[in-house]
């Protein structure tokens, strides 16, 4: 059964995490490679901009669907099949020929994207030891800044040596890589947990009880507001430090990859924290309050040139404690472990829909409040509601009768 002594299947949890870091790729592969795309296929800016936001629309849209359709057929399936899609899509985008083509590619991606990521947490819960479930679904959380990070950094290599159809390529080979790993890891006879195939007998009212639980809305809410704050910023970035601060185009690509990847070392943190008895919710609020901070210190004119980077990456890296401890809250505020991947579905649809709003949020504040110097308004205001939700979350959490295992 792949499992340690301690009784996680340790191997599920990794080939877990594996698929979630290339779904993280996908999204991560489209921003260096944008100004190519636009010059080979004649792509306006407001196009480009949908090929870079369809896996947040997705997100946004289906979020919820897929964690209802993974609790009643079973996690299992809906990774497969999800996967499979996600390498279509990068399939069908590789060999695209116009931007109708290419954006095609991109929903299908997409789709199979939400469905990964819903799915993914769920299998980590069931395979997980209730004393581990802190600890593997904080390791979860560093899937998207890990993909992110390693496609931005390794994107404009391959650009030159490829071109952008070949990364598409490469992706279906990677995809194609994590299926078998999947098939593998996940099969019947390693882990027969129900949890994990089909459970179409499981009543809806099961469903409707998840959905009328205050726990998982809040948990979505604080994702929302998270992803604004940390997709303003990493997607304009670039932009604000070669604008504002003088860096080269080359240097600000890599200082932005590092502030990404750096995400991952708060996630891991925070399951050590939470392994150690750490309740979610104060590193829920330690991350609002140091992204509310540090975003005043990198947009304001106050903060000297030389603070503006290590603040940054601090942003990045205690932002990076509230995903894991968001994670690691939806197995306790789920009915049973078989709703696990419907509050992941709201979670996720929370998250989609801050990654969706935060870029268009941050350029409106530059537009509107006369520049960079004062869009910090925008973290600062999200930090403020968001520590409300966190004070939400604890009176929750104080109600609750009992807690699931």
């Known amino acids: 059964m792949n499992r340690d002594k301690t009784g996680t299947a340790w191997g599920i949890v990794l080939i877990a995490l594996s698929a979630g870091i290339v779904a993280g790729v996908q999204v991560g592969k489209v921003p260096p490679v944008l100004p190519v795309l636009r010059e080979e296929l004649g792509i306006d800016l407001v196009t480009a ?17 897929a964690g209802l359709i993974a609790d009643r057929i079973g996690v299992r399936p809906v990774i497969y099949n999800c996967t499979i899609l996600m390498g279509a899509g990068s399939l069908i985008g590789a060999a695209a020929s116009t931007v ?7 929903l299908i991606e997409g789709v199979g994207f939400v469905g990964i990521v819903v799915a993914a947490p769920a299998v980590i819960t069931s395979v997980s030891r209730p004393e581990d ?8 959380g560093i899937y998207m800044p890990a993909g992110m990070a390693l496609a931005m950094a390794t994107s404009p290599f391959l650009l030159d040596l490829i071109g952008w159809r070949g990364i598409w390529f490469v992706n279906v080979i990677l995809i194609a890589g994590c299926l078998l790993g999947l098939v593998r890891y996940l099969a019947p006879h390693r882990w027969s947990d129900p949890a994990l195939s089909a459970g179409g007998k499981r009543a809806w009212r099961d469903v409707r009880r998840t ?39 080359e240097t600000a690509a890599l200082i932005s990859a590092a502030v990404v990847f750096v995400n991952s070392f708060g996630n891991l943190s925070a399951g050590w924290l939470l392994r150690r008895g750490c309740r979610p919710w104060p590193l829920i609020a330690l991350a609002f309050a140091a992204m509310g901070f540090t975003s005043v210190g990198i947009f304001s004119g106050a903060a000297p040139d030389f603070f503006k980077v290590p603040l940054a990456f601090t942003f990045g890296a205690v932002g990076g404690l509230l995903p894991a401890a968001v994670l690691a809250s939806a197995p306790e505020h789920s009915p049973s472990r078989e709703q696990v991947g419907t509050t992941n579905g709201i979670i996720v649809q929370g998250a989609n829909c801050g990654s969706l709003l935060g870029p268009p949020l941050m350029a409106m504040a530059v537009s509107f409040l006369g520049g960079w110097e004062n869009s910090y308004w925008v973290m600062l205001l999200c930090s403020i509601v968001g520590i409300g939700f966190v004070m939400r979350l604890k009176v929750s959490e104080r109600s609750m009768p009992s807690r699931p295992e």
């Open 133 to 140: 479930r802190s600890l593997t679904l904080s390791v979860w």
């Open 49 to 65: 901009g949908w090929v870079a936001s369809l896996f947040s629309g997705c997100g946004a849209l289906l979020g919820l669907a």
């Open 211 to 249: 959905l009328s639980m205050p726990g998982p809305w809040i948990l979505g809410g604080c994702f929302a507001l998270y992803t604004i704050q940390y997709f303003a910023v990493m997607t304009w970035l670039p932009t604000f430090l070669i604008e504002s601060m003088g860096r080269a185009s």
């Open 100 to 106: 109708e083509a290419l954006l095609l590619g991109r």
